[in-house]
């Protein structure tokens, strides 16, 4: 997209609240239909597709390890704010706008999983509590990656789009949440 003259804090505010505004648009419903359509076509087998998972947990333990941190909120609003101020700090206006729209993603993304979670109320696969569909590491960590998709280009985004799918089997790895949150994420 092109660079806004301005990606200050009133910037983001009123691209925020114009993100916000549009959510309600055909576009939306499509995906999240699409969304719910998978979720719902894969629900079956969460139970099944877990158990698995978990007979196999010990043997690449540590290859998923990283995934919960990867794809933490903190983390990633930690590495958005920190491109925005390397942007800003360096005059790179680029930069500073990528940052600007990661912040944003993350914030729209919090903004859409948290009350699903709270509506749902599912009981994660390891019983730790009830906020289990949809995955908030898979959302924040596709956001992120389609903000650098459409920043950089589908080339570029390619290793985007792999973490992401990495942080996601890593919350299925680690017994946090079924196939189906994960896909609705």
């Not at 505010?13 to 916000?20: G, P």
């Not at 994660?124 to 908030?136: A, E, Q, Y």
């Not at 985004?157 to 990495?166: C, D, E, P």
Request: hydrophobic fraction near 40%; charge should be positive; glycine fraction near 8%.
């Amino acid at each position: 997209p092109p660079t806004p003259p301005h990606t200050g804090i009133r910037a983001l505010a009123h691209d925020l609240i114009e993100d916000v505004k549009h959510l309600p648009a055909k576009q939306n419903l499509y995906l999240t239909l699409i969304g719910g359509g998978l979720a719902a076509s894969v629900h079956p087998v969460d139970q099944g597709f877990n158990v698995r998972l978990r007979s196999h947990y010990n043997t690449v333990n540590t290859a998923f390890a990283p995934g919960k941190y990867i794809g933490n909120t903190p983390e990633q609003v930690t590495a958005s704010i920190a491109t925005y101020a390397f942007g800003r700090i360096f005059d790179k206006p680029k930069v500073a706008h990528l940052g600007m729209d990661l912040v944003q993603a993350q914030i729209l993304s919090e903004l859409l999983v948290e009350p699903i979670k709270f509506a749902t109320h599912r009981t994660r696969p390891d019983n730790s509590n009830n906020r289990s569909f949809p995955s908030g590491h898979a959302a924040v960590t596709f956001a992120a990656a389609t903000v650098i998709e459409r920043h950089l280009g589908w080339r570029k985004s390619l290793l985007g789009y792999t973490i992401a799918s990495y942080v996601a089997a890593s919350r299925l790895h680690d017994n946090r949440h079924y196939l189906s949150d994960v896909v609705f994420g």
